[in-house]
C-alpha cells in the first residue's frame, strides 16, 4: 500500500465538484449513481438517499453488512464512483439515530445534510 | 501566520506544574514517543500508543453535550469480560500503551469494569477512566483506584441544580449531584490514605448556555481537593446536530481567566484554551491522530475516531472486536486502508467530520510535523503525568 503521508497530500485540497455534475438535477445524478451500482452485484445492495450538488452522495441499504465488510465495500464503491463519474463524490451511509431512550428525552434529532 | 506561530508557542508551552509532576492537558505528548512517529512519517505500520474506548454504550445520564448522541452505530453488541480480557492481551500484544474509558458509554456499568482494569495493569497498560460516578461506589472504588493512572470525572455545573438540569431530567433531581459527590470525596479521601499515584480531577462540558455555572464549577472543584478542574469545548458534529454556537465562546473568556485563577496549590483550574480559541474549525486537512489515538466504541465497533462511529460513516468502519479478536484488526486491509484514505485528499477534515475530536492535539501537531512548519522534536526531559495517554 503506497504511504501517502506526505507534505504534498497535507497541503491538497479535496476535489470540489465539476459544472457538469453541478448542471445535472438531483434526480439525474442519483439516477447516473445508480446505473452504475447495478454494474456490480456486490454494489447494487446500496440505493441512493441523496446526490447533492457538491457530490456528498448518501447511500442506503437493507442489507445487514459486518462491520469488518462495510468500511472496504463503501470505499470501494466511492472509488469506482469517483473514477467513473465524478472525482469529488464522497460516499456516506444513511445515519442512524441515538437508541437511548433516556437521551432521546432531551430531542435531538441527527441531522443527515446541512 | 500569526495564529499558526501562537499554535507552536502554545504547544510547547501547556504544561502545568503540581505537586506531583507536571500536567498536560491542552496539548499533546508526542515529543515522548518520538520513534513512533519517525516509524510512521517512513509508512511503518505502528500501532497506537493510546486507545479510547468504552465497555459499554449504555449511560444512566442524559447529559445534554453528550456526543454520543451522534454517535449510534448498526450494532449494539454486549462486551463479555473474556473479550474485554482478550483485548488487552491484543493491545500489549500489538504495542498499545494505555486505555482511557471514555468514548460512548458508562463504562462503571459493565460487569467487565473491575477485571478489566485490573488485568491491564498486571500486564502493564496505563488505564485512565472518566466516569460521572454514579454507579462508580465505594467497593468498586477500592477495586480499580489502586490500578487506575487517573480518573476525571464529568461534573457539567457546579451547582446542584444546575449539574442536575444539564445531566439529568431536571433541576430537581438533585440526588444524582449527591451520590457524585459522595463518591469523589470518598476517592479523594482513598487517595491520600493509601497515598495513590492516581490523579482525580473533574471537568465540565462547556456550552455557551452553561456559563453561570464556570465559577461555581471552579470553586466546587478546589472544595471537592481534586488534583485538577478541566474546562473545554463542547464537541458537535459537522451538521451541527447539538446546536453548538461556537461563536459565543469568545464572550466567556474573562470568567474562564477568572476561573483559573480560582486554582491553588493542591487544585489547579484548566482551560483548554486550544481547543476552546479553535472556534470548532481544524487547521488540519488530513486526519493523522487515530494512529496514535485510536477510539473503539462500547458497541464493539473500531473506527479511526468517535467522530465516525455512527452509521453515516461506515467506510471508515474497521471491525469488531466481539466478532474478531483486536490483533487480527489491526493487521487487517481493513485498517490501514481507512487509515490511509484519512492520510488522502479525499477526506477533509475541515468538513467531513464533527469538531476538535480527542485526536485533536495529536492530529494538529502531525499536521505541523509533516508540512514542516514545526517538527516534532525529541522530549529530554522528565516525562510528564500521564505520559501515555496523548
Known amino acids: 500500500m503506497k504511504n501517502l ?3 504534498d497530500n497535507a497541503f491538497a485540497n479535496s476535489p470540489e465538484a465539476g459544472v457538469e455534475w453541478k448542471q445535472k438535477t438531483e434526480k439525474e445524478r442519483i439516477l447516473i449513481i445508480e446505473e452504475k451500482l447495478k454494474t456490480n452485484p456486490k454494489h447494487s445492495i446500496f440505493e441512493v438517499f441523496n446526490a447533492n450538488k457538491d457530490a456528498q452522495v448518501i447511500l442506503k441499504t437493507e442489507q445487514s453488512i459486518l462491520a469488518k465488510e462495510r468500511g472496504l465495500l463503501l470505499l470501494e464503491v466511492e472509488e469506482v464512483l469517483k473514477k467513473s463519474i465524478e472525482e469529488a463524490i464522497t460516499v456516506w451511509l444513511e445515519p442512524i439515530g441515538d437508541k437511548s431512550k433516556l437521551r432521546n428525552l432531551r430531542g ?3 441531522k443527515s445534510v446541512e | 501566520m500569526e495564529k499558526l506561530d501562537k499554535k507552536i508557542k502554545r504547544y510547547a508551552s501547556t504544561a502545568i506544574d503540581t505537586k506531583e509532576g507536571k500536567l498536560i492537558l491542552d496539548s499533546h505528548k508526542l515529543s515522548y514517543h518520538h520513534e513512533r512517529v519517525l516509524a510512521w512519517e517512513n509508512g511503518e505500520r505502528v500501532a497506537p500508543i493510546s486507545v479510547d474506548m468504552a465497555l459499554t454504550r449504555a449511560c444512566g445520564a442524559m447529559c445534554s453535550f453528550c456526543y454520543a448522541m451522534v454517535q449510534e452505530p448498526q450494532e449494539r ?12 492481551d491484543d493491545f500489549a500484544e500489538v504495542g498499545v ?3 482511557s474509558l471514555i468514548s460512548d458509554g458508562e463504562s462503571t456499568l459493565s460487569k467487565a469494569y473491575v477485571p478489566f482494569i485490573e488485568h491491564a495493569s498486571n500486564v502493564g497498560i496505563d488505564v485512565g477512566n472518566a466516569t460521572n460516578g454514579w454507579e462508580w461506589e465505594p467497593e468498586k472504588i477500592d477495586q480499580v483506584l489502586p490500578h487506575l493512572t487517573w480518573v476525571r470525572f464529568t461534573c457539567a455545573a457546579g451547582t446542584p441544580e444546575g449539574y442536575s438540569r444539564i445531566m439529568f431530567k431536571s433541576a430537581e433531581h438533585t440526588e444524582v449531584f449527591d451520590r457524585a459527590m459522595k463518591h469523589i470525596k470518598y476517592a479523594v479521601d482513598l487517595k491520600k490514605k493509601l497515598n495513590l499515584k492516581v490523579t482525580l ?3 465540565m462540558v462547556l456550552m455557551p448556555e452553561f456559563k453561570d455555572e464556570i465559577i461555581p464549577f471552579a470553586k466546587l472543584a478546589v472544595d471537592l481537593g481534586v488534583d485538577y478542574g478541566v474546562i473545554k469545548h463542547c464537541s458537535d458534529d459537522e451538521f451541527g446536530t447539538l446546536g453548538v454556537d461556537y461563536s459565543k465562546y469568545e464572550e466567556m473568556y474573562d470568567l474562564l481567566d477568572e476561573a483559573e485563577k480560582l486554582g491553588n496549590e493542591n487544585t489547579k483550574i484548566i482551560v483548554k484554551w486550544d481547543k476552546i480559541q479553535d472556534k470548532g474549525k481544524p487547521s488540519y486537512k488530513r486526519f493523522y491522530g487515530p494512529q496514535f489515538l485510536l477510539q473503539i466504541s462500547g458497541s464493539g465497533l473500531v473506527a479511526p475516531s468517535g467522530m465516525f462511529f455512527n452509521a453515516r460513516y461506515s467506510k471508515l468502519h474497521i471491525g469488531n472486536f466481539v466478532d474478531e479478536r483486536f490483533k487480527d484488526i489491526f493487521k487487517s486491509d481493513a485498517y ?3 487509515m490511509n484514505y484519512l492520510a488522502s485528499p479525499s477526506f477533509d477534515a475541515q468538513t467531513m467530520m464533527g469538531t476538535l475530536p480527542i485526536q485533536h492535539y495529536a492530529s494538529t501537531a502531525l499536521d505541523m510535523h509533516i508540512k514542516g512548519t514545526s517538527r516534532i522534536q525529541p522530549a529530554h526531559d522528565e516525562p ?3 505520559v501515555n495517554f496523548l
Open chain 1, 108 to 110: 435531538i434529532t441527527i
Open chain 2, 336 to 338: 490501514w486502508k481507512i
Open chain 2, 201 to 203: 480531577g473533574i471537568q
Open chain 2, 77 to 88: 453488541s454486549t462486551i463479555k469480560v473474556k473479550q474485554a480480557l482478550d483485548l488487552i
Open chain 2, 97 to 99: 500503551k494505555s486505555v
Open chain 2, 384 to 386: 510528564p503525568l500521564h
Open chain 1, 5 to 7: 503521508i506526505n507534505k
